[in-house]
């Protein structure tokens, strides 16, 4: 404190120096920041605002002119049978893979984390799927699951299975899909979860034990599970979102097909904006997907907020 | 006590096994199918070392349809810049941030928290009409551009920017260092970690994506690699499976290779960005 007080006076003498120093800075600042603030606005936030704008009007892309139609297209989005049907498709295919791939991607980071032998070996063969191109992996999983040709149904037919259609029927389309969308996923989340494990530190389990948790599964849900609460939280946004955004193996093997049974969020508005053109209501169906995202990360922000803190 | 105990490994080590099986199944498959013949993959799908080896025959067939050497040498350009340029935009605003005070800081924290909640899906409208009527789309332009920006990029080097030492900033600029000085010698050549990292996050998100590419280009000799497979599979009449695993082959292995030779890095990356948020 002492020392406090006898600088403070040169420096309140020099105070217009100190002035044009943080002058100087933030200009600097500025300058430094500027390119990437130009880009944001350019690249961000003028998109947003635009395809929130374009969502109340009838632009198609081609005609030269357009008019607001205020809610419109909204109105129409809510009575649109394969908005609906994409919606639901979407909120079955999350529902399946990000439980699954979250809690698959946990017991096999369990299961390395306590096996000595193998473990890059495992961690490697289970990672792969996350390091390989989707697009490719999907054309070899539609050779996988071929109806007739296909490896998986020679399997069933050998233990005398009948080999379902798996991505050509419409019964199940969406889990054939789902199916590949977990195994896209689990090595990404195991990684996590390996990481959150080793940040444990190992003496709560010697002290968990001497606390009475003898049988370790006592000690999983006294110690493991508490102490990989914040990941947790991380992973389930982060399947959750993944799961919302999926795609690409709906464009590659089924179009949205049969019959629409595949049919998701992403591709749905692929198909409204960019094949059919309907600019003005592929936008308000991206404002419903920006929506969803929204949500998703406020309730991160929440559960962060109360529950993981110890 | 010994005995539960090598039993417990024992059922560990089996459901391990069985599981990285079926993970690494497709990988098995592919590699086998590949060298098929096309009268083989009808007839036994299940034996996984073909009888008459048709490896050059399919290759030969992939590189035929579609100039994969040209796909690939478009992935390499267009990760390649829009790392380099995400890097060079991002790094100059994360120091900014993390160790400079200007009045629009707050702004632009809340800039990039809104920017990482918004994915290329949601932008990808409005750009594509700009990129339209500019007459810019089967361009590499077109492909970089939107990509120009990452918030992520920010988030992530502000963080560690931050956890930097003031002193040696100061110790610089004592030294006489301009601001752009610093960040060129004193803090990229410390936040390697960080730069690895987000290379790692960057390149895979990129060589992946499929849904912008397909948007903008729609001419063949600017596809990237998840394009050109797209486009192969519909120059590919029928089923004939043995080309098409052949040409997954190809686009598959650079970034498995880059994975399997950096492996550490990878695990550490990700874990550091947590990937593709």
Redesign the interface.
């Known amino acids: 404190m002492a020392d406090m007080t006898a600088i403070s006076l040169p420096i309140e003498k020099s105070r217009p120096i100190v002035n044009v120093s943080?002058r100087h800075?933030?200009r600097?600042?500025?300058m430094?920041?500027a390119?990437?603030?130009i880009?944001?606005?350019?690249?961000?936030?003028?998109?947003?605002v635009?395809?929130i704008t374009?969502g109340f009007t009838d632009f198609e892309?081609g005609y030269s002119t357009f008019k607001f139609v205020g809610f419109e297209n909204y109105a129409e989005l809510m009575g649109d049978r394969t908005f609906r049907q994409s919606l639901w498709n979407t909120t079955v295919y999350t529902a399946i893979v990000a439980p699954a791939s979250i809690l698959l991607g946990l017991s096999?980071a369990l299961?390395?984390e306590?096996?000595k032998?193998?473990r890059?070996?495992?961690?490697?063969?289970?990672?792969?799927?996350?390091?390989?191109?989707?697009?490719?992996?999907a054309?070899?999983?539609q050779?996988?699951l071929?109806p007739t040709?296909?490896?998986v149904n020679?399997?069933l037919n050998?233990i005398g299975l009948p080999g379902p259609n798996w991505l050509g029927s419409a019964g199940t389309v969406l889990y054939s899909l789902s199916m590949i969308g977990v195994?896209q996923t689990?090595?990404?989340n195991m990684?996590?979860f390996l990481?959150g494990l080793t940040a444990i530190p190992r003496d709560l389990y010697a002290a968990a034990e001497i606390d009475g948790a003898k049988s370790s599964l006592d000690r999983f849900f006294l110690v493991t599970l508490p102490m990989l609460g914040p990941t947790t939280v991380?992973v389930t946004t982060?399947s959750i979102i993944?799961a919302v955004?999926v795609?690409?193996t709906v464009?590659?093997l089924t179009e949205g097909g049969p019959n629409k049974a595949s049919e998701v969020l992403?591709f749905t508005?692929?198909q409204e904006?960019?094949v059919y053109l309907r600019?003005g209501y592929?936008?308000a169906m991206?404002v419903v997907?920006?929506a969803v995202?929204?949500v998703m990360?406020f309730a991160q922000y929440r559960l962060v907020d109360r529950k993981v803190h110890y | 006590m010994t005995e539960t105990f090598s039993f417990g490994?024992a059922f560990?080590?089996t459901?391990?096994s069985l599981?990285?099986l079926i993970?690494?199944?497709?990988?098995i498959?592919?590699i086998s199918?590949a060298g098929k013949g096309q009268s083989e993959?009808?007839t036994s799908?299940?034996s996984l070392i073909p009888t008459q080896f048709f490896y050059l025959e399919n290759f030969a067939k992939a590189f035929g349809r579609v100039s994969m050497g040209q796909l690939l040498w478009n992935g390499v350009i267009v990760c390649g810049l829009i790392f380099v340029i995400q890097v060079i935009?991002?790094i100059?605003?994360a120091?900014?941030?993390a160790k400079?005070?200007?009045?629009?800081?707050r702004l632009?924290m809340a800039?990039?928290m809104?920017?990482l909640?918004?994915?290329i899906?949601?932008?990808?409208?409005?750009?594509?009409?700009a990129f339209?009527s500019a007459a810019l789309l089967n361009s590499y332009t077109a492909l970089v551009?939107?990509f120009?920006?990452s918030?992520f990029a920010?988030f992530l080097f502000l963080q560690f920017f931050r956890a930097m030492p003031d002193d040696l900033i100061h110790a610089a600029r004592l030294d006489g260092m301009s601001?752009?000085g610093i960040?060129m010698r004193v803090i990229v050549p410390n936040a390697w970690p960080a730069i690895t990292a987000f290379a790692i996050f960057s390149v895979?998100a990129h060589?992946?994506d499929?849904?912008w590419p397909?948007?903008v280009v729609s001419n063949q000799a600017y596809a990237t690699?998840?394009l050109g497979?797209?486009f192969f599979?519909a120059a590919e009449a029928g089923?004939d499976?043995g080309a098409?695993?052949a040409?997954?082959l190809i686009?598959?292995l650079p970034?498995?290779a880059?994975?399997?030779l950096a492996?550490k890095r990878?695990?550490e990356g990700?874990?550091m960005t947590?990937?593709?948020?």
């Open positions: 943080e800075e933030a600097v600042a500025w430094l920041a390119p990437a603030m880009l944001i606005v350019l690249f961000i936030l003028a998109p947003v635009a395809v374009l892309l096999v299961l390395i306590s096996e032998l193998g890059s070996f495992f961690r490697t063969a289970y990672f792969l799927p996350v390091a390989s191109l989707l697009v490719a992996m054309t070899v999983w050779y996988l071929h040709i296909g490896p020679s399997l050998l195994w689990v090595g990404f990684i996590l990481a991380f982060i993944n955004k795609f690409e464009k590659t992403l508005i692929y904006g960019f600019v592929a936008s991206t997907f920006l995202l929204v990360m | 490994r560990r080590l459901l391990l599981g990285a993970f690494l199944a497709p990988y498959f592919m199918t993959i009808f799908s299940l935009i991002a100059p605003c120091y900014a941030m400079l005070k200007f009045g629009a800081a632009l800039l990039v809104l920017g909640l918004v994915p899906h949601a932008t990808s409208l409005p750009l594509y009409v339209d551009a939107p120009s920006i918030v920010i601001e752009l960040v895979v060589w992946n499929l849904y397909l948007i690699p998840p497979l797209l599979r089923d499976y098409l695993m040409a997954t686009i598959t970034l498995v880059a994975f399997l492996q990878f695990v990700i874990t947590g990937l593709k948020g």
